[in-house]
């Protein structure tokens, strides 16, 4: 399994932007698909966000589409979440998340991203987003 630690959370008001970072250990980190999940209370945790290996493909959940992008960076070992135009909606803890069997990267096309997809989950980051 890779170790991930994610990083860049905070309070920001609505409307605002936020990065979040998610740095991995392990050599093999370029051959994983990552995602971003994110839990707000007394929710279950939600797919916001997944990229391929090569980031060739991404995927987003609709409540995100077109204010968050993910990307990442294969020779820093990092996944980031740009988020602009923040809700308080978008309030929740982000956990990123690694895919190293393959689940999410051969089935995300076909039917709805699932918890179980990825193997290895970082600590999470609080997002606070303030009306």
């Known amino acids: 399994q890779v170790q991930l630690v994610e990083s860049g959370g905070g309070l920001v008001q609505a409307g605002g932007s936020l990065r979040l970072s998610c740095a991995a250990s392990?050599?093999?980190?370029?051959?994983?698909?990552m995602g971003w999940f994110r839990q707000a209370p007394g929710k279950e945790r939600e797919f916001v966000a997944g990229?391929?290996?090569?980031?060739?493909?991404?995927n987003y959940a609709d409540s995100v589409k077109g204010r968050f992008t993910i990307s990442r960076d294969n020779a820093k070992n990092t996944v980031y979440l740009q988020m602009n135009s923040l809700k308080p909606e978008d309030t929740a803890v982000y956990y990123c998340?690694?895919?190293?069997?393959?689940?999410?990267?051969?089935?995300?096309?076909?039917?709805?991203?699932?918890?179980?997809?990825?193997?290895?989950w970082g600590q999470g980051t609080q997002v606070t987003v303030s009306s």
């Open positions: 998340a690694a895919d190293s069997k393959g689940y999410y990267s051969r089935s995300y096309y076909y039917r709805k991203v699932r918890e179980a997809d990825f193997d290895s």
């Open positions: 392990g050599r093999t980190f370029s051959s994983y698909a």
């Open positions: 990229i391929s290996w090569s980031s060739s493909n991404t």
